[in-house]
């Protein structure tokens, strides 16, 4: 009998609604043969926009976290850090340990935000509903922290004390809300079908994540142990016990464990940070900022949810940047997802898609 003739055709595949993102699939009946990717449909110019701010220009901030997610709100702690570099200033231990506990609230936020996109990739509806609960929780935390869509972190410090109100809230979803949360979350782990549909699919190797860059819980999920906090230290990281977390598998159910296990260590830090907290205060700063920065060309990254993000800013002592440049996570998994892809079937595509958590907004700039 004759081999069947199985047509080769290829496919725009777009995944949730991200439509800044033209993916491209190969397919051989429905296993994926080739995959390719295009940005560049929404470009923002932020780079060149940022160019044109001065350094205290408050636009700088609506520009920076007006990037969908938490990763905004991380390239402006990054924005912050790189002119608080350039002026060598001093920040107290009380807006360090406050900052760093606003961080790990966007990173819990951003890792269940993936749960909900895995899920929302497998169709239980039924769940993406309890988990955009835990999300929503989460948020109003986030809010509180902001003070009414004020930016909670500024350069040289922070913009208010975290008042006892809002401590007591932090403390009551920790005591009370968080484990019945994360016991969810874990049921989904233990999950039969959402195992079947997610072990050894999409498998990212150990070699592949680093000849490409990749950063954060992608690079985690392959079995390599490099976290920024950890490993290039920054703010008070290094005064802090958190565990950086490793599976090695490199596969989507990896990547969902890496993350959802990072939650539990992100709490230990609030925790960690609301018990330094007791014995500072907040000093009332009114520092005038320097117009002009010294001659010079500063990096200064931090670990996002999605891995590493980073602004580089060369000054030439005017009242604008020289030039700025962004440092994104996601572009080496993109220059990756051809040997991602190939060989999985069409309607694995979104749930690896979903796994790699790519701030495709972020990547589009």
Request: hydrophobic share 35%.
């Amino acid at each position: 009998m004759p081999a069947p003739n199985i047509k080769t055709y290829t496919l725009n595949h777009t995944y949730h609604h991200y439509g800044m993102l033209r993916l491209l699939v190969e397919l051989n009946g429905d296993i994926v043969k080739n995959a390719s990717f295009e940005l560049g449909y929404n470009h923002k110019a932020i780079e060149k926009m940022l160019e044109e701010y001065n350094y205290k220009d408050f636009n700088a901030h609506k520009l920076l976290t007006s990037i969908s997610g938490g990763a905004g709100q991380f390239l402006y702690y990054s924005y912050c850090q790189t002119i608080e570099k350039f002026l060598k200033l001093k920040i107290s231990q009380y807006d360090e340990y406050s900052r760093i506990l606003y961080m790990e609230f966007l990173r819990i936020y951003n890792h269940i935000n993936m749960v909900k996109n895995i899920l929302k990739a497998l169709d239980i509806k039924y769940l993406v509903r309890k988990i955009k609960k835990i999300e929503n929780k989460i948020n109003d935390l986030i809010n509180k922290l902001n003070a009414s869509n004020i930016s909670f972190i500024k350069i040289g410090g922070i913009n208010a004390a975290i008042t006892d109100d809002i401590i007591s809230d932090i403390e009551n979803y920790i005591k009370y809300e968080f484990s019945k949360d994360m016991r969810l979350i874990n049921n989904i782990a233990d999950n039969k079908t959402f195992k079947h549909r997610t072990v050894s699919i999409g498998i990212m190797s150990r070699d592949l994540a680093s000849i490409n860059g990749v950063s954060g819980c992608n690079l985690r999920a392959t079995g390599v142990g490099f976290d920024l906090r950890k490993n290039m230290s920054y703010s008070s990281y290094n005064k802090l016990d958190f565990s950086i977390i490793l599976t090695k598998s490199g596969d989507c159910y990896s990547r969902f464990l890496t993350r959802i296990y990072e939650i539990p260590e992100s709490i230990k830090i609030i925790d960690s940070c609301l018990e330094e907290l007791l014995g500072l205060e907040y000093e009332e700063k009114n520092r005038r900022l320097l117009n002009r920065l010294p001659i010079g060309d500063v990096y200064s990254a931090v670990e996002s949810a999605n891995g590493e993000i980073g602004i580089n800013i060369t000054s030439n002592e005017t009242l604008k940047p020289l030039r700025v440049r962004i440092k994104n996570s996601g572009f080496g998994e993109l220059q990756a997802i051809n040997n991602i892809l190939e060989g999985a079937k069409l309607s694995d595509v979104p749930i690896i898609m979903s796994s790699l958590d790519l701030n495709i907004s972020l990547l589009d700039k």
